[in-house]
């Protein structure tokens, strides 16, 4: 069983940055890959990054290369997600989740947190 908490969303202009962290709790974090995903008002539920249980490999969705970087620490139960160049259209609830398996598919993740709201203004 893992839990998943984020936090680390807010208001930022266009532009600008924000980190977010979800922290794990369960003694198997470091064996999920862990996976951020977003939905914004009106829209479905999409992909924006993961990376494997020991942070070898890293995956990002197009709308997002290069601005976002995705990173965990094991030792912390934490994943981040840097956010930098934020674009208006990057606003909406982020949510991390936990899967066994390399996978960008949210069907195939099996924990998920509550979410913290990004908002960009123009």
């Known amino acids: 069983q893992v839990q998943l908490v984020e936090s680390g969303g807010g208001l930022v202009q266009a532009g600008g940055s924000l980190r977010l962290s979800c922290a794990a709790s369960?003694?198997?974090?470091?064996?999920?890959?862990m996976g951020w995903f977003r939905q914004a008002p009106g829209k479905e539920r999409e992909f924006v990054a993961a990376?494997?249980?020991?942070?070898?490999?890293?995956y990002y969705a197009d709308s997002v290369k290069g601005r976002f970087t995705i990173s965990r620490d094991n030792a912390k139960n934490t994943v981040y997600l840097q956010m930098n160049s934020l674009k208006p259209e990057d606003t909406a609830i982020y949510y991390c989740?936990?899967?066994?398996?390399?996978?960008?598919?949210?069907?195939?993740?099996?924990?998920w947190g509550q979410g913290t709201q990004v908002t960009v203004s123009s």
């Open positions: 989740a936990a899967a066994l398996g390399a996978t960008i598919n949210a069907h195939d993740y099996d924990y």
């Open positions: 990376i494997t249980w020991g942070g070898g490999r890293t």
């Open positions: 369960g003694r198997t974090f470091s064996a999920y890959t």
